[in-house]
């Protein structure tokens, strides 16, 4: 009998799931950003919901809930009511480096439902101009001649910049000085300054610096060339193949929402990636909107799970830990 009621538990409550999803949305869906506003991912977040209101027929409103390099925003969305009503969107540090440095208390992978993948920033390699090497090769040749001496700026522990700093030393065999700041603005204003001598640092925070001859870039962290600066080689190109790290951003809904209500909210993010305006205003940041084929849910699943297990080893076995 218990069995028998359980079954028919489950058969209502896939009807009334079903039913939800024919009528879905029906008021206002909330995307979760798990940093304070005014950030690049706030920002990303606002101009996707604007166009998400228009092709969803429903108010898309950004909520910021911060704190803990954004594991808390995260586990807001891990526990919301799996509706679609309530969605998250994180990118590389929330959904994959924070697995590695916090004890979390969901599943990244097990706990959320990827609803879509839609830009990302890969990161340029740089300098100070100080720096005598004029290409990736040469730069690789400097550090292991100078070791002992060289330095490396990173927007904090734990950080994409941390990460690629010690893949770095990894792939080279060279172990240099990391010098962890509160944020990209104040590392750049050292490798402005001179006080520094390298950084893994986000294109769209870079390029602006790159432009104005303040910095030496050497390579960008992607199979391809960044549209907004063709001169600067890829690190296939430049000798370094395979160093691929960038900031994509994608949205993730709590674990059990229907797929019909998945269907519909990826429908949103392809429209909104898709818009002449938010397309501009993307590309404004320096963010590359993803190919049609790589926004669908099943296309951020894969990445997520192959980003995943390419850098946790990584962050692991190099002890990074929070600060």
């Given at each position: ?9 489950l058969v209502l409550w896939g009807i009334a799931l079903a039913a939800a999803a024919q009528g879905f949305p029906a008021r206002p869906v ?96 740089i300098s100070k101009l100080a720096v005598p090497a004029k290409n990736l090769k040469e730069l690789i040749a400097w550090v292991k001649a ?178």
């Amino acid at each position: 009998m218990k069995a028998y009621r359980a079954a028919v538990v489950l058969v209502l409550w896939g009807i009334a799931l079903a039913a939800a999803a024919q009528g879905f949305p029906a008021r206002p869906v909330t995307i979760v950003v798990p940093f304070s506003a005014g950030g690049p991912t706030d920002t990303i977040a606002r101009i996707m919901a604007a166009r998400m209101t228009s092709a969803l027929g429903q108010t898309v409103v950004v909520d910021n809930t911060t704190g803990a390099g954004g594991t808390i925003g995260v586990g807001r969305v891990v526990r919301a009511a799996p509706d679609g009503y309530t969605l998250g969107i994180g990118h590389i540090g929330t959904h994959v480096v924070n697995g590695a440095i916090y004890p979390l208390t969901y599943d990244l992978l097990k706990d959320l439902e990827p609803v879509g993948m839609f830009v990302t920033n890969p990161q340029i390699f740089i300098s100070k101009l100080a720096v005598p090497a004029k290409n990736l090769k040469e730069l690789i040749a400097w550090v292991k001649a100078n070791q002992d001496k060289v330095s490396i700026a990173t927007g904090g522990a734990g950080t994409p910049g941390h990460v690629s700093s010690v893949h770095f030393q990894n792939i080279t065999g060279t172990k240099i000085q990391i010098i962890h700041y509160r944020g990209a603005a104040p590392a750049m204003q050292d490798i402005l300054a001179g006080q520094v001598d390298l950084e893994f640092d986000q294109a769209a925070n870079s390029l602006p610096q790159v432009r104005a001859g303040k910095i030496r870039p050497y390579a960008v962290t992607s199979k391809t060339r960044l549209a907004a600066a063709p001169d600067i080689p890829t690190v296939d190109e430049a000798g370094l193949p395979g160093f691929y790290m960038a900031v994509w951003h994608g949205i993730w809904a709590p674990k059990g929402t229907p797929p019909a209500v998945i269907a519909k909210l990826n429908g949103a993010i392809v429209e909104a990636a898709a818009d002449p305006d938010a397309r501009k205003k993307l590309a404004d940041l320096g963010q590359e909107i993803m190919p049609r084929e790589q926004q669908t849910p099943e296309a951020l699943r894969a990445h997520h799970k192959a980003e995943i297990e390419k850098w946790w080893p990584v962050i692991k076995a190099a002890g990074i830990k929070v600060e």
